[in-house]
């Protein structure tokens, strides 16, 4: 499967457009981060791959097929949406949270089946966390409830996820946890695009990054080349150092400078 975004801009109000000419592709088993300050257009971009807001100019397409011509049940089953946390109305299972992902597969007044439970089971284990299928969603931890939204997308049949600030509110614990089972999925053929605050989590499970500048495009391309000083620089406004340590590793630290003398 190949997501792509061909020029794609988007405005909220006519004339004062909120993303501008933004181009993006990948394919199976391809990680995307979108950086990028508040405000910058990273969750409009990702409304648009979704389908859920149609470009004011541009095209996004699925295998060469442009995503306004597919019917939702048909996006759904291409495209799913992983949300930030939310606190549901009701507490529900974790195993009747995946199971809603199954919602496109079903008709009008079918239930879930056998096959469906089983597709959940694979989903949960498949982000191991199988053992809490019976536990209240509302009961477990925020990285926890993150992998059941992980799983939902899974048992929903979606090839490429679209991840909105997964690792949000988590300890670095859990950032890693969730992201290590992001790039675990990939290595299965699952592709994902994820927006984020954080480059150096980018520098450590992205094979591209798309870094946004006021609704543009300011570079795109593997994390080295698409997170420069001089391109974090132009996302913050601020001075930042890309450091390296022993192993490899890059982080972004911002830049201090040395106190004068005296």
């Known amino acids: 499967m190949r997501l792509a975004a061909t020029d794609v801009s988007y405005a909220y109000v006519r004339g004062e457009e909120v993303l501008r000419g933004v181009s993006l592709s990948l394919v199976d088993g391809e990680v995307a981060f979108v950086l990028g300050a508040n405000g910058s257009g990273k969750t409009t971009l990702l409304q648009c791959l979704s389908?859920?807001?149609?470009?004011?100019?541009?095209?996004?397409?699925?295998?060469?097929r442009p995503l306004a011509e597919l019917t939702p049940r048909e996006r759904a089953r291409w495209i799913g949406v992983v949300p930030q946390l939310h606190e549901p109305a009701f507490a529900f299972t974790v195993a009747e949270a995946v199971l809603m992902g199954r919602a496109p597969h079903l008709g009008l007044f079918a239930r879930p089946g056998p096959g469906d439970r089983a597709i959940v089971d694979r989903a949960l284990e498949a982000v191991g966390i199988l053992g809490m299928k019976h536990r209240a969603y509302t009961e477990i931890s925020g990285g926890e409830q993150q992998l059941v939204l992980i799983a939902r997308g899974l048992a929903q049949g979606a090839r490429c996820l679209l991840m909105d600030e997964p690792a949000a509110h988590l300890d670095p614990r859990h950032q890693h946890g969730i992201l290590g089972v992001v790039k675990e999925l990939a290595t299965g053929g699952h592709s994902f695009v994820v927006t984020s605050h954080q480059p150096d989590n980018a520098f450590l499970y992205a094979?591209?990054?798309l870094l946004l500048v006021a609704g543009t495009a300011h570079s795109y391309g593997r994390p080295a080349e698409?997170?420069?000083?001089?391109?974090?620089?132009?996302?913050?406004?601020?001075?930042?150092?890309?450091?390296?340590?022993?192993s490899g590793a890059r982080a972004v630290v911002p830049h201090i400078p040395p106190a004068s003398p005296g």
């Open 207 to 209: 094979d591209s990054v």
């Open 51 to 64: 389908g859920v807001r149609q470009p004011t100019s541009g095209v996004v397409s699925v295998d060469g």
């Open 226 to 246: 698409a997170i420069t000083e001089t391109s974090l620089r132009a996302a913050y406004g601020m001075e930042f150092e890309i450091v390296q340590g022993q």
